[in-house]
C-alpha cells in the first residue's frame, strides 16, 4: 500500500510521454518520397510533360530498332537478313523465307513496343478528357497525343491485322485485357484521331521544338491511311493539302540522311535522337543495327537489313538516287571518302544501307561507333509528292501525277538533264509502273516497300521473281505473338490463318 | 552446521534400531545450480505407488521404508534416485539434465523457458558455427534446422538465400534478422565467432509479437556475452583453401572443331576457316584460382557480481575462386552490462565492421568462349578476341579478369550499437528501454580502362580491335540509417499453481536511404592512368560528368503485447498481438494492421497417470494459429501508395531536350500489407533418460494479399495490388540422440528432414500468370514452375515426322526433338505445353554425428535435397555461336545415333523452345561438413598458463552427389524465378585447418 505514492507520479509520467507519443506519431509516420514527385505535386501545365514522355515512346526498340527494321524492310524484296551468315538464322527464316514462329523476340518487342506507345497516348487524352476547360494548349498536347496512337495503329494494323483496341487509361490490369477488334474498327479510330490531330496541331512550332509534330504531319499520315484502303479521293485532298503551293523538293537527296540534314524542310515526321558523350541514354539503335559489320574502326554495328542485287539493278542507269542509298563494300564511298571493307564468305555484303551512314567526325566527337544519334525518317515530302502521284493516277488526273513524278525526278537528277527523262506518257497502267518504280527508288530502304507490295497486290508474283519463294498470301499478316495469347489467358485469340 | 549434522548422527543412531520400519521423511529440493527450491517436483517411493510432490518452497514429506529409496523426477532435470537409508531428512539437489528442455531460449523482445513455449524454434550454438570456413554465419546454419532451406551462394562474402517452411511470397521472402534486440535485413557484420546462440523462430505463436516483419519467419542472433567467474580470453584461428571440384565439361578444341564443322554442315553454311585459330584453351582453367583464406579472432570477457564485459575482434580474408577476387573484413564487438543495483542495470553494445568487397566476377564468359582461341598474343602484348561468330557478344574471359582487375574499390562500413536501461520494481515488474541505432555506409569508386585486344583477322592495318575507347571513373557513396527503440514492460508472477508472464510495449522504427553517385570520362584528353591514385570524379573531362542520387525513408510505430502463461507446467497457453502503422500507406488507408496468434500446449508426461512410467521423460502436444505480416516491396515500390512520377525518359526535339513526366505505375487505392495466415500442430518428446529426444510437426500456412506487380498487358503498367494468395505446408520432423559409452566415448547423432508442399493459390483472376521463362507462376501450381514441352525422342526419318502429330510450330526435320502430344489431339501446338519441372523440392534433410572420445572430437554434418528440378539456361541462346557442353557430342547426326540429343543446328528453332530437354534433376546429397579436432589435456596445459588448446582440422563440401551439369545443384534466384541455372558460381569445397585457445 505505501507504494501508492509511489505509483501515481509514475504513472503520471508514463502517461504523459505515451500521449505525447501518440500525438507526433502522426508525424513521425508521414512520409512522402525523397526526391521525386508524386501526382499531387502535379501543376496544371503538366501535360505537357506527359506529352513528351509519349514522344520518348517513340525511341523503343519495337518502334525504331530492329523490329521495325525487320517487319518493315527486310521482309521486302530490296533487302536480306544482313549481317553474317550464321547470325540470326532464325530471324533469316522468318523475315527472308517467311517462315513465321509464334514466339520470336523480335516481334513480340514490336507489339510491346507499339503499345507502349499507345499506353503513353491514352494516359495524356484521358487525362485532358477530364478536364473542364482545356485551354489551347492542352487541347494541342492531346491532339498530339492522338497523332502517336494513330501512328502506333496503323503499324500495327499494317502487320497483325486484328489487333485489340485501347483507346482508355488503363487503371486496372483486367481493363487491357479485350479481345481483337476488327481491321475497320481499328482504322476508324485512326481516322478519328488523325481528323482531330489535323484541325488542331499548328503549322509550326517555336525553334526550341525542331521535329515536333505539326498539321503537316497528321495529314501526311491521313493520305497513307487511306492510301492503304484505297481511298483515292481522300487520300489525294490530304496529300494535296500538305503539299500546298511547293512546286519543288528544297533540299537536295544526297543531304537527306546525312547528320546535318536532320529536321531539314523535306522532314515531315521525324523520330528524334540525341546522344554524346554524357547524355548516352536518349539515343535509338536504328542506326547500329544496320551500321557496318566490321572490324575495328569499321564495327559501325550489327549488319542487319542489307539492300540486295534487285534493289541495285531497279535502279535506271545514272540515277544519283543509287548512290545515296546503297554503301558499297570494297571501295571508296561519297561523301566521306572512306572506304568500306569488302565482303567476305563470312559476311558476303556487298551493299549496306547508307541512308544509316554516319559521318565520321560525329562519330569521334561522340566516341560511339554506333551513330545512336540519328534521327529516323518516317514520313517526308518526296513520300508525300508520290502519294498524291498515286492516288492521282487512280483518279485519272493524268497532269497531276505527271507534274508529282516531275517534281520528285527533277531533285533526285540535282541539275543534270542528262539522267532520269521525265515521264510522259499518260497511259495508266504504265504510270502505274512508273510510280511504282519511282517509289521503290526514291524510298529505297525507308520501310515502306514491304506493305507498299503487298496493298498492290502484287506481293507474291514479286518475291517469286526476286527469289523470296517462301512467301504465302497469309505472310502478309504476321501471326499475334503467342506470350501475349498466353497472357491474355484465353481472351485474345491468335490469327485465324495460322 | 554442525549442529545440523550433530542431530542427524543422533537420528540415525536411534533410527539404526527402526531400520525396516516406515519412516516420515521430509526435505527440499532445491536447483544444482542457482540453489533455488523447485516446485512440483515428483517424489515416489521405488517399488511403490506412494509418492508426493515438493509445495511452493520445495519441501515435501512422505512415508517410506528405511530402507527404501526415493526417486525424484522433475521435467528438464535428471533422475536422481536417493537411498532413504534410515535419514528423515533428505535434502537433494537436481540438476538440469543434459535435453535442451530447460534451456532459456531468446524470443521476441525477451527471453523464456523452453518448456514454457507452445512454438517450435530452434537453437543453434554459436559453437557449431564458429569454426566453419565462412563468413557469414547463416551458411553454416545448412541442414542443421528442420524447415529452413539455404542455398549457397560460392562468393566470398555472399549472402545465402533463405526460406523458412517454404516460398511464401513473390516479392521478398528472406526472414527477419534480429542481432542483440535490433531488427535488421543484413547481418554481414556480425563476426560468427562472436555469437553465442543463434535461434530460429518458425511457427505464429513465436512471430506474431513481430508483426508486420514477421511472416518469413525471424533468426534472432544473440552475441556473447561474460559469464560470471573470472576473465577469459580466447584466440582462435582458420586458415585454409578452396577450390572448385565440380567443373563443367565443355568440349576442348578438336571436339569444338568436329561439332561446328557439323553444324555449318546442318545449316547450308560455308566451312569455317580455321587458320587464325589453333589453340585449345580450356578457359575455365584460366579463370579459376585456388582461394585463401584465414579467419583471426580475439575475445577478451571479464565479469564480476556488478559488471559484465566483453570485447571481440576479428579480422577475415577471404579470396574466391575466380582470381583477383579477395575479401577482407575487420569486425569489432564490445558490450558491457552494469548491475547498478538490485532493480538497476545498464548495459550497451556496439558492433563495429569494415569490409573490402571483392570485385565480383562471374564465370559465364568461360563457358561460352570457344576453345580454339588463344588467350593470348605474344608477339603484340595483348589478349586476344575470339572468333567471329561470337565476336560481339562475347568477350575474352581474360580481359575482364585481367585487363580489368582490382578497378573497383568497394567499402562496406557498418557501426550497429545500442544502449539499454532495465528497472525492476513492484517485485514482480520489469521495464526495459532500449535504443539501437545502426548506421551502414558503403563508399565505393571504379575505374573502366580502354580496352585493346589483338584480333588476327584484321588485314591491311595493326590487328588490334578497340573494344573500350575512353576510360572512365566512377564514385559513389551511399549511407542506410535504422533508428529503434523499444519500450517494455514486463510483468512476472506466480500465483500458486498458476504462473504468468505479460508483456507489453511500444517499438518505433525507421529505415532511411540516400545515395550519390557520380562520372567522368576521359573525354578528348587523355586516358586516365590505372592508378588508384587517379580514380576520383575529379580527374578527368568536365563536360562528361555525369551524376545522379537517390532517396527514400520509411517509419513504422507498433503496440505489443505477450502472455505466456501456464498451469503447473501442465496447461501452456501463449498469446500475442501487435498492432503496426507504417508510414507506407495514407492515414485513411491501410495505415494500421493488426496481427496475433494463440498457442496451446499439454505437457502431457507431467499428468498423474503419467507419473508411474517410465519410458517417457517427457512429452509435450502443442499447437498455435496466427496472422503474421510481411511488409518487405522491395527497391521497386518503397512508396506503395504514392504513385511517383518518373522524369527518367526525356523528350527530344533536335538536339533540345525536355524533361517528360510518366506515370511509374497506378496504385490500388486499398493497398494493405500482406498477411500469412498459418498454423501447426505437433508433439515434442523425450525419452530413455533424455537421451533421445525428437520434434515432429505439421504446419500448414496461407499467404493472402500477396503485394504483387503484374507485368502489363499491352503495353500497359498497372501498379502494385493486393492480389495473391500462396500455400506452403508440409511435415518437419527432427530427433537427436545423445549417449556415453563408458566414461571416454560419449557421441551424439541428429536429424532432420522436412516436407513442402507449395502451391500458387490464386493469382489475381483466374488464368493470370507470371511469366519470366521459364518460370512461371499462376494459380493451381507450385511458384516458379517450369513450363513448356515435353521432349519424347528425336525425329530419327522423314517418315517417322509424317507418322508422327504434325508439329504447327515449327517445320521439323529430321534431327529435332520431338514433343509429346499433351492433349491428344493429334497436333503439337502452344496446348502441348505442361509442368516440366519445379524448383522447390519435395522434402530437405540433414544430420549429424558428433563422436567425444577423450581428448578428440569427430564431427560430420550431411544434407541433402530432394525432387526439385533446375532448369539449364546456359548457352540456350541462338544469338551468338557458344562453346559446347560435352553432352553435345552425343548429338543426333544420322539415323540411330541419338534418340535425346538433337541435331547440331540453330536454325532449328524448334530445339530451343523451353521443353523438358532443357530440365535436370536438382536433387543431391553432399557431406557437408567433416570435422575433426584434439583438445589437449587441461593439466599438461596450466603449466602455460593456458586453460585450453584445440586443433582442428575442417572440410567443407567435401563432396557433393548430384545430377546437373552445372556447377553447383544450389541455385538461388527470386522468389518467382529461381532454380534456373545461368552459369552460376560455383560452390568450392574449402579445406582448413585450425586452432582454439583459452587463456
Same mark, same amino acid.
Given at each position: ?482 506470350p501475349?495469347?498466353d497472357r ?11 | ?36 527450491? =523447485? ?68 524470443? %521476441? ?25 565462412s563468413?557469414n554465419?547463416i551458411a553454416s546454419i545448412q541442414g542443421k534446422v528442420a524447415g529452413v532451406q539455404i542455398v549457397n551462394n560460392g562468393r566470398?562474402g555472399a549472402t545465402p538465400d533463405v526460406r523458412i517452411r517454404g516460398t511464401n511470397t513473390i516479392g521478398n521472402v528472406q526472414p527477419l534478422y ?7 535485413d543484413n547481418i ?12 530460429i523462430?518458425k ?12 511472416a518469413n519467419g525471424v533468426i ?26 565440380n567443373?563443367i ?84 564487438? =564490445? ?25 565480383e566476377r562471374s564465370v559465364g564468359?568461360?563457358l ?29 574471359? =581474360? ?127 587523355? /586516358? ?50 501487435? #498492432? ?15 496481427? %496475433? ?33 510481411n511488409?518487405n516491396t522491395g527497391e521497386d515500390y ?20 525536355? /524533361? ?14 500482406e498477411?500469412v495466415?498459418s ?20 504446419y500448414?500456412k496461407l499467404t493472402?494479399?500477396i503485394l504483387t506487380t503484374v507485368p502489363?498487358?499491352?503495353?500497359? #503498367?498497372?501498379?502494385l495490388?493486393?492480389l495473391g494468395e500462396v500455400s506452403n505446408k508440409g511435415?518437419e ?17 541428429? %536429424?532432420?528432414?522436412t516436407t513442402i508442399k507449395n502451391e500458387v493459390l490464386s493469382l489475381v483472376?483466374?488464368?493470370y500468370r507470371i511469366v519470366q521463362d521459364p518460370s512461371r507462376t499462376e494459380a493451381g501450381y507450385p511458384i516458379g514452375y517450369f513450363y513448356g514441352y515435353t ?42 505445353r505442361s509442368m516440366i519441372g519445379n524448383p522447390t523440392p519435395d522434402f530437405t534433410y540433414g ?16 544434407m541433402g535435397v530432394y525432387g526439385n528440378e533446375i532448369f539449364r539456361n546456359f548457352g540456350r541462346g ?7 557442353p ?26 530451343y523452345l523451353i521443353s523438358s530437354y532443357y530440365i535436370e534433376d536438382g536433387s543431391f546429397f553432399r557431406?557437408r ?20 588448446? #584445440? ?6 563440401n567435401?563432396?557433393t552427389f548430384k545430377r546437373n551439369t552445372g556447377y553447383t545443384p544450389e541455385i538461388g534466384g527470386s522468389a518467382t524465378s529461381f532454380g534456373v541455372d545461368n552459369g552460376s558460381y560455383p560452390v568450392p ?11
Open positions: 500500500m505505501k507504494n501508492i505514492f509511489n505509483i501515481k507520479p509514475r504513472v503520471l509520467l508514463t502517461a504523459l510521454t505515451f500521449s505525447l507519443a501518440l500525438s507526433s506519431c502522426d508525424d513521425f509516420l508521414e512520409r512522402k518520397p525523397l526526391g521525386q514527385y508524386t501526382t499531387e505535386d502535379l501543376t496544371s501545365g503538366s501535360f505537357e510533360s506527359q506529352v513528351f514522355a509519349a514522344y520518348a515512346g517513340l525511341r523503343h526498340s519495337g518502334i525504331s530498332g530492329l523490329p521495325y527494321i525487320a517487319i518493315h524492310n527486310i521482309r521486302s524484296d530490296d533487302a536480306d537478313k544482313g549481317s553474317s551468315v550464321s547470325d540470326g538464322i532464325d530471324a533469316e527464316n522468318i523475315f527472308d523465307n517467311f517462315q513465321y514462329t509464334k514466339d520470336f523476340w523480335l516481334i513480340n518487342n514490336y507489339w510491346t513496343g507499339h503499345y507502349n506507345l499507345i499506353s503513353l497516348s491514352n494516359n495524356v487524352i484521358t487525362a485532358v478528357e477530364e478536364l473542364n476547360n482545356p485551354d489551347q494548349a492542352t487541347l494541342v498536347n492531346r491532339a498530339e497525343a492522338k497523332f502517336l496512337r494513330a501512328y502506333a495503329y496503323f503499324n500495327l494494323v499494317r502487320t497483325f491485322g486484328e489487333v485489340p483496341k485501347i483507346d482508355f487509361r488503363v487503371t486496372e490490369q483486367a481493363q487491357a485485357n479485350v479481345p481483337k477488334a476488327s481491321v475497320n474498327d481499328i482504322y476508324a479510330l485512326i481516322d478519328a484521331d488523325l481528323q482531330e490531330a489535323a484541325a488542331v496541331l499548328p503549322i509550326s512550332w517555336d525553334v526550341r521544338f525542331p521535329g515536333r509534330l505539326t498539321q503537316s504531319a497528321a495529314k501526311a499520315l491521313q493520305a497513307k491511311t487511306f492510301l492503304y484502303r484505297q481511298n483515292w479521293g481522300a487520300a489525294l485532298a490530304a496529300a494535296q493539302s500538305v503539299i500546298g503551293n511547293t512546286t519543288s523538293l528544297s533540299t537536295p537527296y544526297d543531304q537527306i540522311f546525312t547528320e546535318a540534314g536532320e529536321n531539314s524542310p523535306e522532314s515531315i515526321f521525324e523520330i528524334q535522337a540525341v546522344y554524346t558523350q554524357t547524355l548516352t541514354n536518349l539515343g535509338v539503335e536504328y542506326a547500329q543495327v544496320q551500321g557496318v559489320r566490321g572490324a575495328g574502326a569499321w564495327d559501325l554495328g550489327w549488319g542487319w537489313n542489307t539492300p540486295n542485287e534487285s534493289l541495285a539493278s531497279a535502279f535506271e542507269t545514272g540515277d544519283p538516287r543509287k548512290d545515296v542509298t546503297l554503301l558499297y563494300s570494297g571501295q571508296v564511298n561519297a561523301p566521306y571518302n572512306e572506304s568500306v571493307p569488302p565482303a567476305t564468305a563470312v559476311v558476303p555484303r556487298p551493299y549496306w544501307n547508307k541512308k544509316v551512314y554516319t559521318n565520321p567526325s560525329v562519330r569521334a566527337a561522340t566516341n560511339s561507333r554506333f551513330g545512336q544519334w540519328l534521327n529516323v525518317r518516317v514520313l517526308r515530302y518526296g513520300d508525300v509528292v508520290l502519294m498524291a502521284a498515286e492516288a492521282a493516277n487512280e483518279l485519272g488526273q493524268t497532269q497531276d501525277v505527271l507534274k508529282y513524278l516531275e517534281m520528285v525526278r527533277s531533285r533526285a537528277r540535282g541539275g543534270n538533264a542528262a539522267i532520269l527523262p521525265p515521264v510522259t506518257t499518260t497511259n495508266k497502267a504504265e504510270l502505274q509502273e512508273a510510280i511504282r518504280h519511282e517509289r521503290r527508288v526514291e524510298l529505297g530502304m525507308e520501310n515502306e516497300r514491304f506493305f507498299d507490295l503487298v496493298r498492290w497486290g502484287i506481293a507474291e508474283q514479286v518475291f517469286q521473281a526476286a527469289g523470296k519463294t517462301g512467301y504465302q498470301a497469309r505472310n502478309r499478316y504476321l501471326p499475334i505473338p503467342q501475349e495469347i491474355s489467358a484465353g481472351v485474345l485469340v491468335q490469327n485465324p490463318e495460322y | 552446521m554442525k549442529n545440523k549434522l550433530l542431530l542427524l548422527f543422533c537420528l540415525f543412531t536411534v533410527n539404526l534400531l527402526y531400520a525396516q520400519e516406515a519412516t516420515t521423511i521430509s526435505g527440499t529440493v532445491t536447483d544444482a545450480n542457482s540453489g533455488e527450491p =523447485l516446485i512440483g517436483v515428483s517424489i515416489l517411493v521405488k517399488g511403490t505407488t506412494t509418492g508426493t510432490a515438493t509445495d511452493v518452497s520445495g519441501q515435501y514429506q512422505l512415508s517410506a521404508p528405511a530402507n527404501g529409496t526415493l526417486v525424484f523426477t522433475y521435467i528438464g532435470y535428471t533422475t536422481l534416485e536417493q537411498p532413504v537409508n534410515s535419514q528423515n531428512t533428505i535434502n537433494v539437489s537436481l540438476a538440469a539434465s543434459a535435453s535442451a528442455l530447460n534451456e532459456v531460449v531468446v524470443i %521476441g523482445y525477451g527471453t523464456a523457458s523452453r518448456r514454457d513455449l507452445t512454438g517450435s524454434i530452434a537453437t543453434v550454438k554459436g559453437t557449431e558455427v564458429a569454426d566453419r570456413p563468413a554465419p566470398p534480429v542481432v542483440d534486440g535490433i531488427l535488421n554481414n557484420f556480425v563476426n560468427p565467432a562472436d555469437i553465442e546462440s543463434m535461434e523462430l511457427d505464429p505463436s513465436s512471430l506474431a509479437i513481430f508483426g508486420v516483419r514477421g534472432v542472433v544473440t552475441t556473447r556475452r561474460a559469464k560470471t567467474g573470472q576473465m577469459q580470453i580466447n584466440f582462435n584461428s582458420t586458415v585454409g583453401v578452396k577450390n572448385v571440384v567443373r565439361a565443355l568440349t576442348d578444341a578438336a571436339q569444338f572443331r568436329e561439332l561446328y564443322d557439323e553444324q555449318l554442315v546442318n545449316q547450308g553454311n560455308t566451312p569455317y576457316d580455321y587458320t587464325n585459330w589453333q589453340g585449345n584453351t580450356d578457359w575455365q582453367d584460366q579463370i579459376f584460382q585456388k582461394g585463401m583464406l584465414n579467419y583471426n579472432n580475439l575475445s577478451l570477457a571479464s565479469s564480476t557480481e556488478k559488471n559484465r564485459f566483453y570485447m571481440g575482434m576479428g579480422y577475415t580474408t577471404e579470396e574466391g575462386i575466380i582470381k583477383y577476387e579477395k575479401y577482407q573484413k575487420i569486425t569489432v564487438n =564490445l558490450n558491457d552490462e552494469l548491475q547498478v543495483s538490485k532493480a538497476l542495470k545498464f548495459g550497451f553494445t556496439f558492433n563495429g565492421y569494415r569490409a573490402k568487397l571483392p570485385q564468359g568461360a561460352l568462349a570457344a576453345p580454339i582461341a588463344e588467350p593470348y598474343n605474344n608477339e603484340w602484348g595483348m589478349y586476344g578476341t575470339l572468333p567471329n561468330f561470337q565476336r560481339a557478344q562475347v568477350w575474352n574471359p =581474360l580481359v575482364d579478369i585481367e585487363l580489368r582487375k582490382n578497378t573497383a574499390i568497394n567499402y562496406e562500413y557498418r557501426a550497429v550499437g545500442s544502449i539499454f536501461g532495465e528497472v525492476n520494481f513492484l517485485k514482480n515488474f520489469t521495464f526495459r528501454t532500449a535504443l539501437f541505432a545502426d548506421y551502414g555506409f558503403n563508399q565505393g569508386r571504379s575505374y573502366s580502362p580502354i580496352i585493346t585486344v589483338y584480333n588476327p583477322e584484321i588485314v591491311n592495318a595493326d590487328p588490334i580491335d578497340s573494344l573500350v575507347r575512353i576510360s572512365s571513373v566512377s564514385q559513389n557513396q551511399n549511407i542506410y540509417t535504422k533508428i529503434q527503440s523499444d519500450y517494455l514492460l514486463t510483468y512476472k508472477k506466480a500465483f500458486g499453481d498458476h504462473n504468468l508472464t505479460a508483456l507489453a510495449g511500444i517499438t518505433s522504427y525507421y529505415n532511411s536511404f540516400e545515395g550519390v553517385s557520380s562520372g567522368r570520362t576521359q573525354g578528348s584528353g587523355d /586516358p586516365i592512368p590505372n592508378d588508384p591514385r587517379f580514380w576520383y570524379t575529379q580527374i578527368g573531362d568536365v563536360s562528361s560528368t555525369t551524376g545522379s542520387g537517390n532517396a527514400w525513408d520509411r517509419a513504422t510505430l507498433s503496440f505489443l503485447f505477450r502472455t505466456l502463461y501456464n498451469f503447473k507446467n501442465k496447461y501452456l497457453l501463449n498469446a500475442s498481438f501487435r #498492432r503496426d502503422g507504417s508510414s507506407a500507406f495514407p492515414k485513411n488507408g491501410g495505415r494500421w494492421q493488426n496481427f %496475433g496468434a494463440v498457442g496451446a500446449g499439454w505437457v502431457m508426461s507431467e499428468e498423474d497417470f503419467m507419473r508411474g512410467q517410465t519410458f517417457l521423460d517427457y512429452l509435450k502436444f502443442k499447437g498455435s494459429w496466427g496472422v503474421l505480416g511488409q518503397r512508396y506503395p501508395f504514392y504513385p511517383t512520377l518518373s522524369s527518367a525518359n526525356s523528350g527530344v526535339f533536335g538536339n533540345n531536350i525536355v /524533361p517528360a513526366l510518366e506515370p511509374e505505375y497506378l496504385p490500388d487505392p486499398n493497398l494493405h500489407w498477411t495466415r498454423w501447426e500442430v505437433g508433439a515434442e518428446l523425450a525419452t530413455l533418460n533424455n537421451r533421445l529426444s525428437a520434434e515432429l510437426t505439421y500448414n493472402k494479399d502489363g498487358i499491352a503495353g500497359t #503498367r498497372p501498379g495490388g493486393n511435415l520432423l527432427s530427433a537427436t540422440w545423445n549417449d556415453n559409452i563408458g566414461n571416454d566415448w560419449s557421441y551424439s547423432i541428429s %536429424g532432420n528432414f483472376n483466374s488464368g521432349a519424347n525422342g528425336i525425329y530419327q526419318t522423314n517418315e517417322e515426322i509424317r507418322l508422327s502429330p504434325v508439329n504447327t510450330l515449327n517445320e521439323v526435320k529430321p534431327g529435332d526433338i520431338k514433343f509429346k502430344d499433351i492433349n491428344g489431339d493429334n497436333v503439337i501446338d502452344e496446348n502441348d544430420a549429424s554425428l558428433n563422436v567425444k572420445y577423450k581428448g578428440f572430437d569427430f564431427n560430420t554434418d550431411l541462338t544469338f551468338a555461336q557458344f562453346n559446347y560435352t553432352y553435345r557430342l552425343d548429338r543426333w547426326h544420322g539415323v540411330g545415333t541419338s534418340n535425346w540429343e538433337p541435331i547440331l543446328s540453330t536454325g532449328r528453332a524448334n530445339n557431406i561438413n567433416i570435422q575433426l579436432g584434439y583438445n589437449f589435456n587441461p593439466e599438461l596445459l596450466s603449466s602455460i598458463r593456458v586453460k585450453s588448446l #584445440r586443433l582442428y582440422v575442417n572440410a567443407q567435401a563432396v569445397a574449402i579445406y582448413t585447418v585450425g586452432v582454439n585457445v583459452n587463456f
